[in-house]
Nanobody, 124 residues
Framework: VQLVESGGGLMQAGESLRLSCTFS????????MGWFRQTPGQERQFVAGISWNSESKYYADSVKGRFTISRDNAKNTLYLQMDNLKPEDTAVYYC??????????????????WGQGTQVTVSS
């Protein structure tokens, strides 16, 4: 599957930003999808996940109440709305997909494929 992120940028603390990710295969319309982020020298960290029908959403504690994951399966697109951004949100953000046939979220290890990433920088 090809995953292409967009929407990153340079922001001020407190501002909002929405990331988008298009996925190349219609098969993934009924698969769980997610977002990760990574800073230099650190492992990639889970940010959020969403079930195929958007009924279940999962968030890292660090972003709960500020970030919202959503999807539009008709457009093969995943979103991450980020509100009240903080400098510690600065990272490269990656869209994530599981192996085909993985429909449910069972932890960050659910995902095996990532896009090229989009940089989000938040200044104080």
């Amino acid at each position: 599957v090809q995953l292409v992120e967009s929407g990153g940028g340079l922001m001020q603390a407190g501002e909002s930003l929405r990331l988008s990710c298009t996925f190349s295969r219609r098969d993934y319309r009924d698969h769980v999808m997610g977002w990760f982020r990574q800073t230099p020298g650190q492992e990639r960290q889970f940010v959020a996940g969403i079930s195929w029908n958007s009924e279940s959403k999962y968030y890292a504690d660090s972003v709960k109440g500020r970030f919202t994951i959503s999807r539009d399966n008709a457009k093969n697109t995943l979103y991450l709305q980020m509100d009240n951004l903080k400098p510690e949100d600065t990272a490269v953000y990656y869209c994530a997909a599981p192996q085909l046939g993985t429909y449910y979220y069972y932890g960050p290890q659910t995902f095996q494929f990532w896009g090229q990433g989009t940089q989000v920088t938040v200044s104080s």
